[in-house]
Nanobody, 118 residues
Framework: QVQLVESGGGLVQAGGSLRLSCAASGRTFSSYVVGWFRQAPGKEREFVGHITWSGGSTYYADSVKGRFTISRDDAKNTVYLHLNSLEPEDTAVYYC???????????WGQGTQVTVSS
């Protein structure tokens, strides 16, 4: 069974940075894509970006491109979301999800809150 556990959220001032972690366990992830999503109050869950575990290619939503980056640490089975130049509009619960390269996201973490103050 795949388990994803996010951590690293918190309160930060506008312009600041955070690093979120998504620790994965339960299987070998070489065939998986790990994505980051966020959900602000009253809004639908929004795709932020993803990384392919094998090869490490990344893709980002336009709203975060140039400010957020995704990386992975194979030894720790962990994917990171680096949030830079944060804006109040980035306030949300951030989730990581996993899917096979040709599948839908069907594994999710519990989420971690990011709050950006102005």
């Amino acid at each position: 069974q795949v388990q994803l556990v996010e951590s690293g959220g918190g309160l930060v001032q506008a312009g600041g940075s955070l690093r979120l972690s998504c620790a994965a366990s339960g299987r070998t992830f070489s065939s998986y894509v790990v994505g980051w999503f966020r959900q602000a109050p009253g809004k639908e869950r929004e795709f932020v970006g993803h990384i392919t575990w094998s090869g490490g290619s990344t893709y980002y939503a336009d709203s975060v491109k140039g400010r957020f980056t995704i990386s992975r640490d194979d030894a720790k089975n962990t994917v990171y979301l680096h949030l830079n130049s944060l804006e109040p509009e980035d306030t949300a619960v951030y989730y990581c999800g996993a899917r096979l390269k040709s599948g839908n996201y069907n594994y999710w973490g519990q989420g971690t809150q990011v709050t950006v103050s102005s």
